[in-house]
């Protein structure tokens, strides 16, 4: 069982930045792939960043366009996410997703996640 918490969210003007984090309960944490995933209202989940068990390897959804940076710290339990030049349309909550997966694949559905946060909200202000 793994515990997902993000935190780091909030209220920032367009063009600033925030740094998610998720600490995860355990100590197999690397043996998860873990994925960031966002919800704006009225819309469903979907897919933003992703980074495999020792953070070598990261993929992300063509929106991010370079402005977001996922990467992890095993001995912490943690996974992050940069998010530079902010802008209105990302404001949504940002939830980190666990995958017990034994190899890379960088096409999975957020129904195929193991463990899920609770979310941390971030709004973007113009």
């Known amino acids: 069982q793994v515990q997902l918490v993000e935190s780091g969210g909030g209220l920032v003007q367009a063009g600033g930045s925030l740094r998610l984090s998720c600490a995860a309960s355990g100590r197999t944490f690397s043996s998860y792939v873990m994925g960031w995933f966002r919800q704006a209202p009225g819309k469903e989940r979907e897919f933003v960043a992703l980074?495999?068990?020792?953070?070598?390897?990261?993929y992300y959804a063509d929106f991010v366009k370079g402005r977001f940076t996922i990467s992890r710290d095993n001995a912490k339990n943690t996974v992050y996410l940069q998010m530079n030049s902010l802008k209105p349309e990302v404001t949504a909550v940002y939830y980190c997703?666990?995958?017990?997966?034994?190899?890379?694949?960088?096409?999975?559905?957020?129904?195929?996640?193991?463990?899920w946060g609770q979310g941390t909200r971030v709004t973007v202000s113009s």
């Open positions: 997703a666990a995958d017990r997966a034994w190899t890379w694949d960088t096409g999975k559905t957020l129904y195929e996640y193991d463990y």
């Open positions: 980074i495999n068990w020792g953070g070598s390897d990261t």
